[in-house]
């Protein structure tokens, strides 16, 4: 089970559970950049391109946007973590303001189970996935690959045996996403400013008449989609020796008890 550290005693109560649950813990985290325009992406039938990069013809079958600070995947729960956001001004400049998010940190016991929640800004309907959680730090590399069609959230949820080789110490843990269109589907995907759409009759000519000019957005084509996460933080602790709840509460309650006994006068 994850739990969110808020306060000292939350924390306290979960050292003295055994074995410890994992526990995800936010503090200050870094800056990320303030823009507004989209990134689309659209799941399309029948895909026609003129020059291999402007839409000629096809039938959209879904699509989604996402702002251009977006990552698309992110490898730490949504709620708690990555919607926490807050602008932070830095000047009277209204462009020089920034937006700061609250950065969780996984902690575990060594020979704990491994408990990762990601989460997505967006997903299509219908498409097969991949999703790769790695942990690692400057000397070494873990991988897990969860894969499937249609609800990702088996591989967004994750519980793994902590390898035996994972020691106590600081590591990193990302999530990357992969979409990969069905079969007669392609994506094409495009950003709404960097990428123009011509229109007529200022479009480029792709052929000998001056009818044939090439009308539409410019974009890219693809039968996959990556998205990879920011770095986390991953924490492995030594086992934790405090006792557990039960046997702390006996220890605790039979010292309170011999406090408590009157002494006999000796005679």
């Known amino acids: 089970m994850t739990a969110f550290r808020h306060a000292v005693p939350v924390f306290l109560l979960a050292l003295a559970a055994a074995p410890a649950d994992a526990i995800v813990s936010r503090r200050s985290g870094g800056a990320i950049g303030t823009d507004s325009f989209n990134d689309t992406t659209k799941l399309v039938q029948d ?7 402007i839409f000629k013809s096809g039938t959209t079958v879904d699509m989604y946007s996402l702002n251009s600070f977006s990552l698309g995947v992110y490898a730490v729960p949504a709620a708690d973590c990555w919607n926490n956001i807050q ?26 189970e491994l408990e990762l929640t990601g989460s997505l800004d967006k997903f299509l309907d219908g498409v097969a996935w ?13 991988e897990w690959l969860f894969s499937g069609d249609g609800d990702p ?6 519980k793994m045996a902590m390898p035996g080789d994972l020691g106590v110490g600081d590591y990193w843990v990302d999530l990357q996403l992969r979409m990969i269109a069905p079969d007669g589907l392609d994506f ?34 693809s039968d996959i989609r990556d998205y990879r996460s920011r770095r986390e933080d991953l924490h492995v602790f030594a086992s934790s020796t405090v006792p557990v ?16 006994t009157p002494r006999r006068a000796s005679r």
């Open 87 to 112: 602008t932070v001004v830095l000047s009277e400049d209204p462009y020089a303001s920034e937006l700061r998010r609250t950065d969780c940190d996984y902690e575990f016991n060594q020979g704990d």
């Open 130 to 142: 991949e999703l790769t959680w790695t942990i690692g730090n400057d000397i070494k590399q873990w």
């Open 188 to 221: 094409f995907y495009y950003s709404n400013i960097l990428d123009p759409e011509f229109k007529y009759p200022n479009c480029p000519q792709v052929g000998p008449n001056p009818e044939d000019l090439a009308c539409g957005q410019v974009g890219h084509a």
């Open 47 to 53: 895909l026609q391109l003129y020059s291999g990069t």
């Open 245 to 260: 709840p039960g046997t702390l509460g006996l220890l605790l309650g039979g010292g309170l008890l011999l406090l408590m």
């Open 153 to 158: 959230s088996s591989g967004l949820n994750v």
